[in-house]
């Protein structure tokens, strides 16, 4: 195809739904198939396996993946012989509940924060600054078990200590995207016909920065569940008889060489949720960037020459 004729086509197809965008990401594809089976987990799981998942059967004690003991078992059966597979879709939800929970509080107050402090600026401005400042120089999984170790681990206390610790990555992102965009002509244009800072920031400012803070989201929210099942790894998390993917993993350490699906099972469902989070942020990426797109929009046959 000659080059006059792929730039007629991509002019022509720059308008394609999202969900062509997405059908043309195979990995893109599967990554949000697997967060709708997590879906499914997390709305289904606990509304008719939650006693499935702590019923005790010590006929099934580490019971190895398989049907020898029913359906339920296919994925094996911890030493009280709780099958895994109820238990896994039961502890989707606390999991991705913490982490999504996380993300959104830290969204909403670092991307305010960030706007006041690249908007206004000034004393304001470095205030705002200092205290990102100041929660940057805490390794933020460290900080999270000092307070939780004071605190009781509760779920409340677990989000509210995750939201803080990742709270200033959104702000400096945010204060970096207003300082260049206040700039703008269009914003000089809306300031001199009388808007005031709270308007120009929610119509003209705010739309323009949501695409990257987007991004940045799909890519935090695996890092906050990493975060989460590690803490509740070491005991500090959630406590039993919760169930979390992080917990499952720490009660399967000592049966590795006896039962290793124990720790495994929960174990890739962390690496499949973190990795399919990490391909949705690329293609997130390429969609919002006009020099990347046009790699979606056409197809492979108008690609060869």
Known sequence: MAAAELQESV???????????LLRDKFATASVV????????????????????TAVNLAARNAPPGFSHGFLNILGADPLGRPLLPRLMVGARNTLAIAFSSVICALVL??????????????????????????????SLLLALIVLYILE?????????????????????????????????FVDASRALGGGAPHILRRHIAPLVAPTLGTIVTVDFAAVMLAESALSFLGIGIQPPEITWGLMVAQ???????????????????????????????????INDPAQRWRLEISRKEAKP
């Open 11 to 21: 002019r022509v197809r720059r308008h394609l739904p999202w969900w062509r965008l």
């Open 34 to 53: 697997w967060f709708v089976i997590l879906l499914a987990f997390v709305f289904l799981g606990p509304l008719f396996l939650s006693d499935k998942a």
């Open 110 to 139: 670092g991307s305010f924060l960030g706007m006041i402090a690249g908007y206004v600026g000034g004393i304001i401005g470095n205030l705002i600054m200092r205290l990102a400042d100041v929660i940057s120089s805490f390794p």
């Open 153 to 185: 681990p509760h779920v409340m206390n677990l989000v509210l200590v995750l939201a803080i610790t990742r709270t200033s990555i959104y702000l400096r992102v945010t204060r970096a995207e207003v300082l260049e965009i206040r700039e703008r002509a």
């Open 252 to 286: 399967g350490r000592n049966y590795l060489t006896q039962a290793w699906w124990l720790a495994f099972v929960p174990g890739a469902a962390i690496m499949l949720t973190t990795l399919s989070a990490n391909l949705i942020s690329s293609w997130l990426r390429i």
